[in-house]
């Protein structure tokens, strides 16, 4: 598959499983994400405080319950898992958790097992997650000035990110750039990026900040609409809308000029909740159905008091029947962020 195919569409529900997971809108759950751990080696801006307080050990799933609830979710016919954090690649045991959850791809399991990385450890992981049968990541990469990534990350070598795409590629994994779009940092790079990114044959989907836990920083400042983005690259490039639904908040287009692809998640200015086909496990074992509400199931607590697979089972099921049906973001000035937790916490 190269990096410009389509990702498989879902089955629509009556081809489903007899088992599929589905919710009061007779929306289909076959896509869950993972978060492996809270902490990172970076300190995003839009995404983190300065100064963190990350989890205690006790209150992170270890890696044998992450895979047990990993596969309780497979059994209900989850096709598409994908690994993140956090950073996943700094959770200590992250390629044994891969390795055991790589076994479980091919027919009747997993479809795609994928992560979500800032890049900076890829370099030495790369050629082990292709070996695994990771055909997809994404890296997410705001900037390529050097300085300008130093301030965003609050520390972070772009150098390393760069090392760590090469060599994902050079393994033959596909890589989408994820970039936040940020109005005072990176609006005039955009284009640059873009260009960039389909020079090297990798898709680029932009990203709306999302309010989404206390941060330092003035949301409303940082707040870039991808609908005015959208207008800017309109008046030099060509872009053909695709009819690709991958279940989530992402519409693609295809840039004539560049011929590469690009994604435009706008959490903030449109709904995309109707078609919406995952579930987010945190680190703690916390299952959200909706990444825009506060709803919450905890599965840790089932884990801890022995509870058997059919009793998780039954408990996902029901979380999934209260999925709610959709989200209500707003960033106005001085208003607290509409959910208190982290992306990093929820994972991304
Ligand atoms: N550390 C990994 C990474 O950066 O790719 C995985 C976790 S990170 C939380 C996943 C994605 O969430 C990243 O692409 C990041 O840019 C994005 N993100 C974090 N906070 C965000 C926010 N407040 N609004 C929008 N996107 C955010
Ligand atoms: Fe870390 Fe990813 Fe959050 Fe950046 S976006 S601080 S890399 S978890």
């Not at 496990?281 to 199931?297: P, S, Y």
Request: charged share 25%; hydrophobic share 40%.
């Amino acid at each position: 598959m190269t990096p410009y195919d389509a990702p498989p569409a879902q089955a629509p529900v009556s081809e489903a499983a007899p088992n599929a997971l589905l919710d009061a809108f007779a929306r289909r759950v076959s896509y869950l994400r993972v978060s492996v751990t809270d902490r990172c080696d970076l300190r995003c801006v839009y995404c983190m405080a300065e100064k963190m307080v990350f989890l205690p050990k006790a209150e992170v799933l270890s890696l044998e319950e992450l895979e047990r609830v990993a596969a309780v979710f497979i059994g209900l016919g989850v096709k598409k898992l994908r690994l993140t954090g956090g950073e996943p690649l700094v959770r200590k045991g992250f390629m044994g958790l891969a390795q055991a959850l790589s076994r479980r791809l091919g027919p009747g399991g997993l479809e795609e097992l994928t992560l979500t990385t800032n890049g900076t450890r890829l370099a030495h992981h790369a050629a082990a997650l292709a070996d695994l049968g990771v055909r997809r990541i994404n890296v997410s990469l705001d900037t390529l000035k050097p300085d300008l990534f130093r301030t965003l990350t609050r520390g972070g070598d772009l150098a390393q990110v760069l090392a760590g795409l090469e060599a994902a590629r050079a393994a033959g994994i596909a890589c989408k750039i994820n970039t936040v779009a940020l109005a005072r940092d990176n609006a005039g790079e955009i284009p640059a990026m873009i260009q960039w990114a389909h020079s090297l044959g990798m898709d680029l989907t932009l990203i709306e900040t999302m309010p989404l836990g206390e941060i330092e920083a003035d949301r409303t400042d940082q707040y870039l609409s991808l609908a005015a983005v959208r207008e800017e690259l309109s008046s030099y490039w060509t872009l053909d809308d695709l009819p690709l639904n991958t279940g989530g908040p992402a519409r693609y287009v295809r840039i004539r000029e560049t011929g590469g692809r690009l994604g435009l998640i706008t959490p903030m200015s449109h709904n995309f909740c109707e078609a919406c086909n995952r579930v987010r496990l945190t680190c703690t074992g916390t299952l959200h159905t909706c990444l825009g509400q506060d709803d919450a199931t905890d599965l840790r607590a089932l884990l801890r008091s022995g509870a058997s697979d059919d009793d998780l089972a039954g408990a996902i099921r029901a979380a999934v029947m209260g999925k709610p049906k959709g989200h209500d973001f707003r960033i106005g000035a001085g208003e607290a962020p509409a959910l208190k937790r982290h992306m990093s916490t929820t994972g991304g």
